[in-house]
């Protein structure tokens, strides 16, 4: 199967907690950092969901915001993955941003380019992919 998310985040199934309808599925990527994902419970069982097994983190590069200094900052948002920029690609409107993650994992943003002006994005910068956990997905 081909998806046309851009992120498809290898890890490990590290904690599944199942609500009255939701679960909250928590995957510790090769590196180290964890990635939080809000799935249904039908998905859980359909998937076969459970601690230890191998799973994907799934996210449009759309879902992801990019945040420069903002260790230490509250957020709402589950995930906040520290990296350094790997490379940026403009466009007319929308810039692709690769984040190279602690441990390797690259994670792509697509933000504005005028955002990018404004955090003065360059290759090396010090970021933060942030993404809710309602906006990841699971695949197996």
Partial sequence: ????????????VHEVTKGSVN???????????????????????TLGVEKGKAAFAIIKASEVIVGKGVDGTKLSARNVLAGEVARVQDGAVNSEVEIK???????VASITKHSVYALGLKAGDQVSAIVKASNVMIGV
Avoid: Y
């Fill in 101 to 107: 993650l602690l441990g390797g994992t690259p994670v």
């Fill in 1 to 12: 199967m081909k998806i046309s998310a851009r992120n498809l985040l290898a890890g490990t």
């Fill in 23 to 45: 679960a909250e599925v928590t995957l510790v990527l090769e590196g180290g950092q964890r990635v939080v994902a809000i799935i249904t419970n039908s998905s859980i069982d």
